[in-house]
C-alpha cells in the first residue's frame, strides 16, 4: 500500500492502514504453522474497467477519490483518514488533476510489484 500514489494525499491514513495488513513474511509464517504451503504466487494489477470500488480501484481514475459517495465505501477512508487530512488531501488531489499533475504522480508509482498478491497454497 506505501507503494500506491494515494498516499502521496493522504500519508497517515495509508500509513494507518498497512499497520493492520498482514506482512507477506506474517501469512507465509501464519501458513507454515496449519501446515499449509504456498504453491502459486502471481502479483495482480487493478485495471481502469473495475467494478468494484475498494481502495484501489481509482488507480487509473483518480478522480473517483473526489466523491464522497466512493469514499464513505471505502474501509480505508472511513477507519483511517483524519478530517484534517481528508480536506488537504482531497483540495491537492483536485489541483493536481486539474493542472495534470497526477499523471507524473501516478507514474512515479508504477513498480512490476503488482498492486495485490494472489497466492496459490496447498495443505500438506
Known amino acids: 500500500m506505501r507503494s500506491y500514489w494515494l498516499i502521496d494525499y493522504f500519508p497517515t491514513m495509508i500509513n494507518r492502514s498497512c499497520e493492520q ?4 513474511k506474517a501469512v507465509e509464517s501464519a501458513l507454515n504453522k496449519a501446515k499449509i504451503s504456498i504453491e502459486v504466487s502471481a502479483p495482480y494489477f487493478i485495471t481502469p474497467d473495475l467494478q ?6 481509482g488507480k487509473q481514475r483518480p478522480e473517483m477519490y473526489l466523491s464522497n459517495s466512493v469514499r464513505k465505501g471505502i474501509s480505508s477512508f472511513h477507519n483511517y483518514c483524519l478530517e484534517s487530512e481528508l480536506e488537504s488531501g482531497l483540495n491537492k488531489l483536485r489541483e ?3 493542472t495534470g499533475a497526477i499523471n507524473e504522480i501516478m507514474e512515479n ?3 512490476e510489484n503488482g498492486d495485490y498478491l494472489f ?3 496447498c495443505a500438506h
Open 96 to 98: 493536481d488533476i486539474e
Open 21 to 24: 495488513m498482514p506482512t507477506l
Open 119 to 121: 497466492i496459490s497454497c
Open 109 to 111: 508509482y508504477k513498480n
Open 52 to 57: 468494484d470500488l475498494f481502495l484501489y480501484s
